[in-house]
C-alpha cells in the first residue's frame, strides 16, 4: 500500500494537487516551533496498491515538513510551503499552498522532486541527508535549476528555504530505523560558537534599544546597497555597526567575516548578515508576525499601506492605556512613528520593514507567549 498523491509525484510532478486546511493547535511554547498545521490532508496519503515494491518502500519512508522562503519580498517571505523528504533515495519535493478566495486552497509544485545538495556553507556540494532536517534548518538551492519559479523568486542566484516544522515523530522513527543522517561537523559547531559569541555581546547593547536599532540598521544596510543586488562589502557592514554604536571587536569580526563570506567573494547578504550577528526570533515567534502581515496584506502584494495599519492597529488594551497613563491615540501614533522610521517609503511597509520592528521588540522578551499575547492584542490574531 502506499501513498496515491507520493505516485503522482513520480509520475507527473506538475500536477495540481488539492488539500483543505484546518486551524493550527496549540504548541508547547518551549517546543520553539512554529504552529503545526494538522491539515486534513490527500497529499501523500490516500492508499492505492501497486506492483513495484521499489516505489512502495520509497514512498512510505518519508518526513514531511514546513517551510518558508528566507526573502526580502513580502510575497515570497509569506509563501507557505510544505515538503516531503524521501530516505529510500534521499530525494526530496516541496510544494505551496495557494489560496483562491476563502474555501479553496490548492497544493502547487514548487521544487521538482528530485535528489540536491547543498549550494552553500560547510557542506556546499554535500547531499541533502536526514541530518539536514530540523526546524530552523535552511534548504538552499539554485534558482537556474528551476526555471518555473516566481520572476522575483530567480531575480537572486540562490533560494533560500527555512524550515518552520517538521513531522518530528516520523523524523524520530526514521532515526532508529538506522537511516544514515550527518551530525553537525567539529567546523560547524565552531562557527556556531564564533557567531553566538557576538550575538551575545550585542544582546546586552540591544536590550533596552532594540526596536530603534534594527529598524534603522535594516533601513541603513538598504540604504548601502546602491545596486539593489542585496550584497555589501566588509567594509559596508563595518560602517553601519559604528553608525548604530554597535561594538564588535576586530578579534569577534574577522572570523565571522570568513564564516559568511565562504565564497570569497568579497561581498555577503546584508539580511544574512544581520541574522548572523544579530540573530533571530524564533519560528514560533516568526510564525505569528507573518500572521498579522499576511491579514494586513490582503492583496499579497508584499506591502502594507501605513494608512490601512493605522486602521487595522487596536491600542484599547494597551497596559498603559488600561492604567491610564496614556491614551489609544497616544500609543498608535508612537508605533506608527517608529514603524515608519524604519520604511523606505513614507506611505507603506514592507515585509521586511515590518520584522524588523518585531525582531528587535523580541530581544527584550523572554517569554515566547508573552510576545504573541503583544501581537494577538493589538492585531485581533
Given at each position: 500500500?502506499?501513498?496515491?498523491?507520493?505516485?503522482?509525484?513520480?509520475?507527473?510532478?506538475?500536477?495540481?494537487?488539492?488539500?483543505?486546511?484546518?486551524?493550527?493547535?496549540?504548541?508547547?511554547?518551549?517546543?520553539?516551533?512554529?504552529?503545526?498545521?494538522?491539515?486534513?490532508?490527500?497529499?501523500?496519503?490516500?492508499?492505492?496498491?501497486?506492483?513495484?515494491?521499489?516505489?512502495?518502500?520509497?514512498?512510505?519512508?518519508?518526513?514531511?515538513?514546513?517551510?518558508?522562503?528566507?526573502?526580502?519580498?513580502?510575497?515570497?517571505?509569506?509563501r507557505e510551503l510544505i515538503g516531503f523528504f524521501f530516505t529510500h533515495d534521499q530525494s526530496l519535493t516541496i510544494y505551496e499552498y495557494r489560496q483562491f478566495g476563502k474555501n479553496r486552497t490548492n497544493v502547487l509544485p514548487f521544487i521538482q522532486k528530485n535528489i540536491y545538495s547543498h549550494q552553500c556553507g560547510r557542506r556546499k556540494g554535500k547531499q541533502y541527508q536526514l541530518g539536514d532536517f530540523y526546524?530552523?534548518?535552511?534548504?538552499?538551492?539554485?534558482?537556474?535549476?528551476?526555471?518555473?519559479?516566481?520572476?522575483?523568486?530567480?531575480?537572486?542566484?540562490?533560494?533560500?528555504?527555512?524550515?518552520?516544522?517538521?513531522?518530528?515523530?516520523?523524523?524520530?522513527?526514521?532515526?532508529?530505523?538506522?537511516?544514515?543522517?550527518?551530525?553537525?561537523?567539529?567546523?560547524?559547531?565552531?562557527?556556531?560558537?564564533?557567531?553566538?559569541?557576538?550575538?551575545?555581546?550585542?544582546?546586552?547593547?540591544?536590550?533596552?534599544?532594540?526596536?530603534?536599532?534594527?529598524?534603522?540598521?535594516?533601513?541603513?544596510?538598504?540604504?548601502?546597497?546602491?545596486?539593489?543586488?542585496?550584497?555589501?562589502?566588509?567594509?559596508?557592514?563595518?560602517?553601519?555597526?559604528?553608525?548604530?554604536?554597535?561594538?564588535?571587536?576586530?578579534?569577534?569580526?574577522?572570523?565571522?567575516?570568513?564564516?559568511?563570506?565562504?565564497?570569497?567573494?568579497?561581498?555577503?547578504?546584508?539580511?544574512?548578515?544581520?541574522?548572523?550577528?544579530?540573530?533571530?526570533?524564533?519560528?514560533?515567534?516568526?510564525?505569528?508576525?507573518?500572521?498579522?502581515?499576511?491579514?494586513?496584506?490582503?492583496?499579497?502584494?508584499?506591502?502594507?499601506?501605513?494608512?490601512?495599519?493605522?486602521?487595522?492597529?487596536?491600542?484599547?488594551?494597551?497596559?498603559?492605556?488600561?492604567?491610564?497613563?496614556?491614551?489609544?491615540?497616544?500609543?498608535?501614533?508612537?508605533?506608527?512613528?517608529?514603524?515608519?522610521?524604519?520604511?523606505?517609503?513614507?506611505?507603506?511597509?514592507?515585509?521586511?520593514?515590518?520584522?524588523?520592528?518585531?525582531?528587535?521588540?523580541?530581544?527584550?522578551?523572554?517569554?515566547?507567549?508573552?510576545?504573541?499575547?503583544?501581537?494577538?492584542?493589538?492585531?485581533?490574531?
Amino acid at each position: 500500500m502506499i501513498d496515491h498523491l507520493s505516485r503522482a509525484v513520480i509520475s507527473d510532478p506538475e500536477q495540481n494537487l488539492t488539500s483543505e486546511r484546518q486551524e493550527s493547535i496549540h504548541i508547547v511554547p518551549d517546543s520553539k516551533m512554529a504552529p503545526l498545521r494538522f491539515r486534513k490532508r490527500t497529499l501523500h496519503e490516500t492508499k492505492i496498491r501497486t506492483h513495484s515494491t521499489l516505489t512502495e518502500n520509497m514512498l512510505s519512508h518519508k518526513v514531511q515538513f514546513d517551510g518558508r522562503i528566507i526573502s526580502r519580498n513580502g510575497r515570497d517571505a509569506c509563501r507557505e510551503l510544505i515538503g516531503f523528504f524521501f530516505t529510500h533515495d534521499q530525494s526530496l519535493t516541496i510544494y505551496e499552498y495557494r489560496q483562491f478566495g476563502k474555501n479553496r486552497t490548492n497544493v502547487l509544485p514548487f521544487i521538482q522532486k528530485n535528489i540536491y545538495s547543498h549550494q552553500c556553507g560547510r557542506r556546499k556540494g554535500k547531499q541533502y541527508q536526514l541530518g539536514d532536517f530540523y526546524i530552523g534548518a535552511n534548504l538552499t538551492f539554485l534558482s537556474s535549476d528551476h526555471p518555473r519559479l516566481p520572476e522575483s523568486i530567480k531575480e537572486n542566484t540562490l533560494l533560500i528555504l527555512r524550515i518552520t516544522n517538521i513531522d518530528q515523530i516520523a523524523l524520530d522513527s526514521l532515526k532508529t530505523d538506522s537511516v544514515a543522517h550527518e551530525d553537525i561537523t567539529s567546523q560547524e559547531a565552531n562557527d556556531r560558537l564564533v557567531l553566538k559569541a557576538i550575538q551575545d555581546a550585542l544582546k546586552e547593547q540591544l536590550h533596552k534599544r532594540g526596536v530603534r536599532i534594527l529598524t534603522g540598521l535594516g533601513k541603513y544596510l538598504q540604504q548601502l546597497d546602491k545596486e539593489g543586488t542585496g550584497l555589501l562589502a566588509k567594509a559596508d557592514f563595518k560602517q553601519a555597526l559604528k553608525a548604530f554604536h554597535l561594538e564588535v571587536s576586530e578579534n569577534d569580526f574577522e572570523p565571522a567575516w570568513q564564516i559568511l563570506n565562504g565564497n570569497d567573494s568579497g561581498k555577503v547578504d546584508y539580511g544574512e548578515f544581520k541574522r548572523a550577528i544579530i540573530g533571530e526570533m524564533n519560528e514560533y515567534r516568526k510564525s505569528f508576525v507573518r500572521k498579522v502581515f499576511m491579514k494586513l496584506d490582503f492583496n499579497k502584494t508584499g506591502c502594507v499601506p501605513i494608512i490601512d495599519i493605522r486602521k487595522c492597529y487596536c491600542a484599547k488594551k494597551h497596559p498603559q492605556v488600561i492604567s491610564g497613563h496614556s491614551t489609544e491615540e497616544e500609543i498608535k501614533l508612537s508605533f506608527l512613528e517608529t514603524l515608519k522610521d524604519a520604511c523606505s517609503k513614507s506611505d507603506e511597509v514592507s515585509y521586511g520593514e515590518f520584522e524588523d520592528y518585531y525582531e528587535g521588540l523580541s530581544i527584550g522578551i523572554v517569554n515566547d507567549e508573552d510576545f504573541v499575547n503583544i501581537l494577538r492584542t493589538p492585531w485581533g490574531i
